[in-house]
């Protein structure tokens, strides 16, 4: 299984970028799916996760500003970033809990990181 995260880059504050993670390869199904991000110098933090039911949650930071969504029949997973400003800098990693056969408990794979800056 692998995840290729694409979208990042640089954007002025008050911008918008939208992420997106694709999971692929050999699949059974896809539970939870969402970002992380780590700033510099600071803890890897959770952003926002959509469940296969479609529930959300988000950090409180981002609340209003950031939206997850899902495409199940593509596997991928995006996250439209709104009103961006510098403290949304970081590197933003995708994760998804998948099982790659009917009976395995399913195992959390990460995509490989997309820089985020957010500047004047």
């Known amino acids: 299984v692998q995840l290729q995260a694409s979208g990042g880059g640089l954007v002025q504050p008050g911008g918008s970028l939208r992420l997106s993670c694709a999971a692929s390869?050999?699949?059974?199904?896809?539970?939870?799916m969402g970002w992380y991000r780590q700033a510099p110098g600071k803890q890897r933090e959770l952003v926002a996760v959509?469940?296969?039911?479609?529930?959300?949650n988000y950090v409180d930071s981002v609340k209003g500003r950031f939206t997850i969504s899902r495409d199940n029949a593509k596997n991928t997973v995006f996250l439209q970033m709104n009103s961006l400003n510098p403290e949304d800098t970081a590197v933003y990693y995708c994760?998804?809990?998948?099982?790659?056969?009917?009976?395995?408990?399913?195992?959390?794979?990460w995509g490989q990181g997309t820089l985020v800056t957010v500047s004047s």
């Open positions: 994760y998804s809990r998948i099982a790659t056969h009917p009976l395995e408990i399913p195992t959390d794979y």
């Open positions: 390869g050999s699949i059974s199904s896809i539970n939870a």
């Open positions: 959509i469940t296969s039911g479609g529930s959300t």
